[in-house]
């Protein structure tokens, strides 16, 4: 699956990404520190979004920045990302999941869906699989200004950890291998037995 052309810089993320944030911080017991570090009116504009819509993508990098300043470890990041996957992803896989399962289980039945479900949380930028083996992938993700922030970095290796997991792969690997701040670029490399 190759990127979209021409890419445009992501604008939105819906505000149900960041909701799912916000819960996944809260079950975990981060919320006091979230919110003393964050910006109030954006956390106003996170806390009080109930019906599902597109949210600016300055609110998105508030939220994302407010997560990277707590330095929480990395094993919290990733188990947050998880949790954040496991909710977003929910209800779109449940349907993938059929299909998936008449094709054998595989993760890359549901893992060429990447672009369906990126369109569904993103409006703007691009993401891109390079087969690298027969159980290993490069996920790269393009004209996304939150791949600027570390935090999100890490907890979106968790998200796609979760999408794995959700195929019924009970072990996988899914690490950061390159930044790139020119073309607002992240890849990550995949792999599961």
């Not at 993508?57 to 954040?84: D, F, K, N």
């Not at 990447?114 to 949380?121: S, T």
């Not at 992938?137 to 004209?143: K, M, S, V, W």
Request: glycine share 8%; charged share 15%.
């Amino acid at each position: 699956m190759a990127h979209s052309a021409p890419i445009r810089t992501a604008s939105t993320i819906r505000s149900t990404v960041l909701q799912s944030s916000l819960a996944s911080l809260r079950a975990r017991g981060h919320f006091a520190a979230w919110s003393a570090l964050i910006d109030p009116v954006h956390r106003t504009a996170i806390v009080e979004s109930l019906a599902p819509g597109w949210m600016p993508m300055e609110i998105a990098l508030a939220h994302y920045e407010a997560c990277e300043a707590m330095r929480l470890p990395m094993s919290e990041q990733t188990a947050l990302g998880e949790a954040v996957g496991d909710r977003i992803q929910g209800s779109f896989l449940a349907t993938l999941m059929r299909t998936a399962r008449a094709a054998g289980y595989n993760p890359l039945v549901l893992l060429r869906q990447f672009d369906r479900l990126w369109a569904r949380v993103f409006q703007g930028g691009s993401v891109q699989l390079t087969l690298t083996g027969p159980k290993d992938l490069d996920i790269e993700l393009r004209g996304l200004p939150l791949c600027r922030i570390p935090y999100f970095r890490v907890g979106f290796c968790g998200v796609v950890r979760a999408g794995i997991a959700f195929s019924g792969v009970k072990t996988s690997i899914v690490r950061a291998q390159a930044y790139s701040p020119q073309s607002q670029a992240f890849v990550m490399h995949a792999a599961w037995v």
